[in-house]
């Protein structure tokens, strides 16, 4: 089945699969817009991804190419790994919207766009000298203009709104054209509307007007002749309950998963930082279930407040991007030395300083696992899609408290943002793993361990018999008071060293997401760069390649078979969207020649960009690298 | 985990940990640690549900010597510990220890987050006026013109005031005693702990090493009386004489200057009605008496300003307990998997 534009043409054949992006101005309404479309797409059982593309201004001006914010959502009758490499249908508001985002469609893709917005005030404040819809800049593809505005104000008339009330009804106008095109059923969405104004009937009903307007407009008029109903059949998936879930989500729920399959507490601490954020307002919302959440004073408090609440006896997490982790760090130094249990969530962004707060990037994995004063181990994870985060977060806190030790768990601005449809697991289906506190004063003594996981004893305040002291200065391996002996630091050195590598008896070994597990070519990842890699490998092994994909949970430490298992491949390439970390750990680690695959660019890989790095290796005699291909600092092959 | 049967009385020494105390011979934290513990034996503080945080510097290593509970944790983060530690256990007493470098420098900002919220903390500020550890430097509250390896020409900063910080960060509890005061420091100490909140003690505290007698000129025997002023709440604000005079000064506001000032009191100590009666709920004195300093004004000790609002762990925990529809902390009563399906869902057969 074609993907695509090929099938846009072709007048029968049912879609495999399509990608839609609304843009307009930030007061647009495109992530409702996009929200609701996706929410239809999914009831409608076709497998999706969804990624929204926001500005790091709140309210840019109106009109401007700065305030411009987009929703993709690509859904298809198959497994959908991304949210596309080029966009089909571009919906636009706007001239600015145009100018945005014009460079994502598809040569031949259908751009729909209101008319009446393309008036000279906004073609200007986008740049535009003249207007592209008149111009035949658009030459390459096909164009519907619809008098977006006029129509809208039209169809809410009957409810007395004023012109700005009924402007903003526009984006459901939009959606019901788009709902026309592939025969979504509106009802979701009508629903859905009376229960957001459920206080304001009148807002409720125009808007209803309007997604029934748009969609009686593309029944009836007379459309171009190739602008006509698509089908996406659902997609195959295994039986069960689904629902949307963005990565934020499945990441909060997840850690109060944890926290009670641990049976603790959970106090969540932290401070704002795009786009780590709305893990805190997810969190803050579920103190029925027992999350404490607190907005600290800076990113330093946090961490901190964090690892008072494991001192007392519940599991402190903090989160935060790139430069508040760093600013965590001497605190994350504390948690390991008194060993405490802590999770730490790293929502990645474009960095460093400032960098791109709203973009996403993968390149804080040498900070999580190594950048810190001193030998200072901890357990760093990172999540590969959305869903997969509430699995990770259960990890996660697994190890945090089997250990006790601070475990960081890298997600990114895509991740947290992303949404894909998710079979709900049934807490069932967890085995538990419940802290057992120390209360036995007898023998106790704070830093003796546990033989098999070199955990010490977590001793709560509070409990009768065992005050003990602890603190930054070095420890006594046994008493836990303040230590200067050379021979104790040199022990307690290597025992948290062993601590942490020793979970690598604890954690599954490394599979292979599919391909052979040896042979030619094995590519390595790790986080939100699973869905390109894993289509692009599948693309390449259905054209008759052998290509492996491995994708890496657990980045520290190292799954214990991987060293043999990439032994096993004549070359090793690593994906990744920073200047080539991963790369730089697996060589380090198995002195295996791993090459890099290098894009910093803000956005995730596309699948067309991997196939062609993947390709430019199998063309390549084994072991024969370009020069510096490891970090591939030169050019980046798919920037 | 809760105790049956009542604990025999401790003793001070009870409160004292098997680590031998390293502090420079004569140093006043051993006149604090002393007093600390002589308060918890009075109070009859059970020692598994005491906490004793600190940060870094001489002062911060007084939790090693407690026999309670004690995490002795990074430079200036301290308070941000000790409200994790409430937030995740209320009911735990928590004692915080720091120093001026500690508490007003690298952890101003915590410091003054801990007393904003209000959470309810006993936090001892042990201020030197020096870097003890890190070997004498200037600290914040050191005086313009101090000496130190860091600023050998005389420092050029102007020092900030605890008290005034606190105040003005909206510490709803400020005391001030001096270390060696072994009968009115553990008073004030009681104080503190039976403030629920923040409630912030100065303790003036002599570095022998690095900066000796820096507060000689109103604690030496001869001229403390005259430069001292103990208030107490409801009593004239009258000091000066001796045992047998009794009280021979008293202080006033200046209704025109708005400033405070000495008059002295009439013929056997009577005492002139336009002198001020302490009142530890003014917060505008309050910050007129933090701010005296001697010799033009005597310093104030004791229970400067006290006026209760609610803690902030507590309102915490009575947002959790309303969330949960029970006592907090205690059982959830969201379910997980309810949580999981709610919101759009579908079924895929």
Redesign the interface.
């Known amino acids: 089945m074609p993907d695509s534009h090929e099938a846009l043409h072709d007048a029968s054949a049912p879609l495999e699969a399509a990608v839609v992006r609304f843009a307009g101005d930030s007061g647009d309404g495109m992530q409702l817009t996009g929200g609701q479309f996706a929410?239809t797409t999914?009831?409608a059982?076709n497998d999706l991804a969804t990624f929204p593309d926001f500005p790091a201004e709140i309210r840019a001006p109106a009109g401007t190419t700065y305030g411009v914010s987009a929703f993709q959502i690509r859904f298809g009758s198959r497994r959908i790994k991304t949210i596309g490499d080029q966009v089909d249908v571009l919906v636009v508001m706007n001239p600015a919207a145009l100018k945005v985002n014009l460079a994502e469609v598809k040569p031949g893709g259908l751009i729909i766009a209101d008319r009446d917005a393309f008036e000279p005030r906004n073609l200007g404040k986008a740049g535009y000298a003249t207007n592209p819809l008149e111009d035949g800049s658009l030459a390459g593809y096909r164009v519907m203009t619809v008098d977006m505005t006029r129509l809208t104000e039209e169809s809410v008339a009957p409810f007395g709104l004023g012109k700005k009330a009924a402007d903003r009804c526009k984006n459901m106008w939009a959606l019901g054209l788009v709902y026309w095109m592939f025969a979504r059923d509106r009802g979701?969405t009508v629903a859905w509307l009376k229960a957001k104004f459920a206080s304001q009937p009148e807002l409720a009903d125009a808007n209803i007007a309007a997604l029934n307007a748009g969609h009686a407009y593309a029944e009836t008029a007379e459309l171009p002749a190739d602008v006509r109903v698509y089908h996406v059949e659902p997609a195959q998936?295994?039986?069960?309950?689904?629902?949307?879930v963005t990565g934020t989500e499945a990441l909060a729920?997840g850690l109060?998963?944890g926290a009670?399959l641990a049976n603790i507490?959970l106090?969540f601490?932290s401070y704002p930082i795009t786009p780590a954020s709305a893990l805190l307002h997810t969190l803050a919302r579920?103190?029925?279930?027992?999350v404490?959440t607190?907005q600290?004073?800076?990113e330093?408090?946090?961490v901190?407040?964090?690892?008072?609440?494991?001192?007392?006896?519940?599991l402190?997490v903090t989160s935060s991007s790139g430069p508040g982790i760093a600013l965590k760090t001497?605190?994350l130094?504390?948690a390991i030395a008194?060993e405490l249990p802590l999770v730490v969530v790293n929502a990645q962004r474009g960095g460093p300083s400032t960098g791109l707060p709203t973009k996403t990037e993968q390149s804080d994995l040498f900070q999580a696992v190594f950048g810190r004063n001193a030998d200072a181990p901890l357990a760093v994870l990172a999540v590969r899609s959305p869903a997969d985060a509430f699995d990770c977060a259960i990890e996660a806190v697994r190890i945090a408290t089997k250990y006790m030790t601070p475990v960081m768990l890298l997600t990114d601005g895509y991740l947290a943002n992303a949404a894909e449809p998710w079979?709900?697991?049934?807490?069932q289906d967890y085995a538990p793993f419940p802290v057992r506190f120390r209360?036995d004063p007898e023998g106790f003594h704070p830093f003796v361990r546990d033989p098999e996981t070199l955990a010490r004893a977590w001793a709560?305040?509070?409990?009768?018999?065992?005050?003990?002291?602890?603190?930054?200065?070095e420890r006594d391996h046994d008493s836990g008071?303040?230590s200067y002996d050379p021979a104790n630091h040199h022990r307690m050195t290597k025992v948290r060293a062993a601590k942490i590598d020793g979970i690598a008896n604890d954690i599954p070994e490394q599979t292979v997401d599919q391909g052979p597990t040896s042979g030619k070519l094995a590519v390595v990842g790790w986080g939100s760069t699973y869905g390109p890699i894993s289509r692009a490998v599948e693309d390449l092994n259905a054209e008759g390649h052998e290509v492996a994909h491995i994708h890496l949970r657990h980045i520290w430490p190292l799954p214990r078979n991987l060293g043999v298992l990439l032994a096993g491949y004549e070359r090793v390439l690593v994906p990744e969207m920073n200047n080539g970390q991963l790369v730089t750990l697996l060589r380090a680690e198995y002195l295996v020649p791993a090459e890099g695959v290098s894009k910093v660019a803000g956005r995730p890989f596309k699948i067309g960009e991997l196939k062609d790095a993947l390709l430019d290796a199998l063309a390549r005699p084994p072991h024969v690298t370009p020069p510096h291909a490891h970090a591939d600092r030169s050019q980046g092959a798919a920037a | 985990m809760n105790e049956i049967t009542p604990r025999a009385p401790l003793a001070p020494k009870d409160y004292a940990s098997d680590q031998e105390v390293r502090w420079c011979p004569g140093c006043g934290d051993y006149a604090i640690l002393k007093a600390v513990q002589k308060t918890c034996a009075d109070l009859a503080l059970d020692p598994a549900q005491t906490v004793f945080v600190s940060g870094i510097g001489c002062a911060s290593r007084l939790p090693y010597y407690m026999a309670t509970y004690g995490f002795h944790t990074i430079h200036g983060r301290a308070p941000a510990i000790a409200t994790g530690i409430k937030l995740a256990n209320p009911a735990l007493d928590v004692w915080l220890i720091t120093g001026d470098g500690d508490g007003l420098s690298i952890g101003g900002n915590h410091l003054m987050h801990a007393l904003r919220r209000n959470v309810d903390l006993n936090i001892l500020l042990f201020n030197n006026e020096i870097y003890g550890l890190t070997k004498g430097q200037y600290s914040p509250t050191s005086r313009q013109g101090t000496r130190s390896p860091s600023t050998p020409g005389g420092s050029l900063d102007r020092p900030v005031s605890a008290l005034g910080f606190a105040l003005g960060a909206g510490a709803r509890f400020v005391a001030r005693g001096i270390d060696t005061q072994q009968k009115a420091l553990p008073e004030t100490l009681k104080r503190a702990h039976a403030h629920k909140g923040a409630s912030l003690v100065e303790i003036l505290q002599n570095c022998i090493v690095y900066n000796d007698d820096a507060f000689a000129h109103f604690t030496d025997r001869a001229v403390a009386a005259e430069r001292q002023i103990h208030v107490e709440h409801g009593k004239p604000l009258v000091f000066g004489g001796d045992a047998k005079s009794g009280p021979t000064r008293g202080l006033r506001l200046n209704t025109r200057t708005l400033a405070l000032e000495v008059v002295p009191l009439g013929e056997g100590g009577a005492v002139p009605d336009d002198v001020l009666v302490h009142d530890e709920t003014n917060r505008v004195l309050a910050g007129l008496l933090a701010a005296m300093q001697p010799p033009e004004l005597p310093i104030a000790l004791g229970v400067i300003y006290c006026d209760p609002a609610p803690a902030y762990d507590v309102q915490v925990a009575e947002q959790m307990a309303a969330a949960v529809e029970g006592p907090w902390p205690g059982p959830v009563r969201g379910n997980l998997d309810d949580l999981l399906r709610s919101g759009a869902t579908w079924e895929v057969a």
């Open positions: 929410l999914a009831l059982g979701p998936a295994a039986p069960g309950l689904y629902r949307n729920w109060v998963a009670q507490g106090t601490c579920l103190k029925r279930h027992g404490v607190f600290a004073e800076d330093i408090a946090a901190c407040a964090a690892i008072g609440a494991s001192y007392a006896g519940s402190g001497e605190a130094g504390l008194v079979r709900i697991p049934s807490m209360t709560v305040p509070g409990t009768p018999g065992l005050m003990h002291r602890i603190g930054g200065i008071n303040i």
